[in-house]
Each structure stands twice: as C-alpha cells, then as structure tokens.
C-alpha cells in the first residue's frame, strides 16, 4: 500500500477557493489511481473526483463538475483537488485515496482533512 496524507483544508466562505495536497509515500505513486472522497455531517462517505495513473483521464461526481479539477504531478508524488465555487454543502472532511489494480478497490487512505465552508 501506499501512505498518503491530506493537506489543505479549512475555512473558507462561500464563493471562495481551497486546494487540497495529497502527498503520497511508501509505494510508487505514479502506479495508482487516485481518488477524492468526502464524508459530510451525518452522511456517507461519497465519491468526490478521480484521476487515472498517468493524469490523462479524470472523472467526477456531479457535486464537482465544473467547479472542482483533479490533477497530480507524479515527480513530486503528489495528488490536488482544485476546488472553486464552493457552497456551504461542500463542507466535509475530505480523504484521498489510491486504488489498487491488483486488489481492484480503492486500498489506501489518507487521514482526511476538513473543509468548512461559511454562508
């Protein structure tokens, strides 16, 4: 597995801009997938954006689209989650996550970050 630990987060009003950094460690971060899940007060956890190894393909739930933007910079084992736009449903403690092709589930997870956003 791969270690991973969020950074980024905090307050901020809506309307407003955060990043999130996901620094990875421990296995070569180049060879997974990464992913942005969110888990809101009194919600599950949900699917946020993904990016694939090589940052060619992305994806995302409609929450994002057109307001957030995934992307990761390999040399610096690095993975970010743009967020523009946001609204106060955004607020959520925000994980990232590297999937495993060989166990074909989403394996790693980083310890989170909060993200409130104001009114």
């Known amino acids: 597995q791969v270690q991973l630990v969020e950074s980024g987060g905090g307050l901020v009003q809506a309307g407003g801009s955060l990043r999130l950094s996901c620094a990875a460690s421990?296995?070569?971060?180049?060879?997974?997938?990464m992913g942005w899940f969110r888990r809101a007060p009194g919600k599950e956890r949900e699917f946020v954006a993904s990016?694939?190894?090589?940052?060619?393909?992305?994806v995302y739930a409609d929450s994002a689209k057109g307001r957030f933007t995934i992307s990761r910079d390999n040399a610096k084992n690095t993975g970010y989650l743009q967020m523009n736009s946001l609204k106060t449903e955004d607020t959520a403690v925000y994980y990232c996550?590297?999937?495993?092709?060989?166990?074909?589930?989403?394996?790693?997870w980083g310890q989170g970050t909060q993200v409130t956003v104001s009114s």
């Open positions: 996550a590297a999937y495993s092709s060989g166990d074909n589930r989403w394996n790693s």
């Open positions: 421990g296995r070569t971060f180049r060879n997974y997938d």
């Open positions: 990016i694939i190894w090589s940052g060619r393909s992305t």
